[in-house]
């Protein structure tokens, strides 16, 4: 359901709430303590930065940081920024017209499942997954 753009762009902004630096975080930091390709992962940091989530800088100081606290952001913002209002707007198969009057197979269930997704990434906030991150951190240790 999620791209894989969108997945890493989650990864990313929880490893950013988790390790949470002064200044700017190298995004070739960031993609190696993923394992994701740098040159993707800064396409998908465009796109946080286009919608207000990230900041960046250039230079040999630069990198990314969160433009608001982890507990303002929700990561239902996220997915929207990167792969757009689709998942809980549209229909899941893509049927063009779907909708009340002509439902595809999986409509109403999809109505259901699509409202509990949107309450779901509304509530959750990156401070939630990052502490969830960090608790399961320690219970590896």
């Not at 940091?45 to 230079?59: C, I, P, T, W, Y």
């Not at 229909?91 to 595809?104: D, E, I, K, S």
Request: aromatic fraction near 6%; glycine fraction near 8%.
């Amino acid at each position: 359901m999620l791209s894989n753009a969108c997945t890493y762009g989650l990864r990313a902004m929880v490893y950013l709430a988790v390790h949470p630096a002064p200044g700017y975080t190298p995004v070739r930091e960031i993609a190696q303590a993923l394992a994701i390709s740098g040159p993707f992962l800064s396409k998908v940091f465009q796109q946080l930065v286009q919608a207000g989530l990230v900041e960046s800088h250039r230079g040999p100081s630069g990198g990314v940081r969160l433009a608001h606290p982890p507990k303002a952001v929700t990561l239902k913002q996220i997915v929207v920024a990167i792969d757009g209002p689709e998942l809980f707007t549209e229909c899941v198969l893509g049927l063009p017209g779907c909708g009340h009057a002509r439902p595809c197979p999986v409509h109403e269930a999809w109505t259901v499942n699509r409202s509990e997704l949107n309450l779901m990434f509304e509530a959750s906030t990156l401070e939630a997954a990052a502490a969830s991150v960090r608790q399961k951190d320690r219970r590896l240790a």
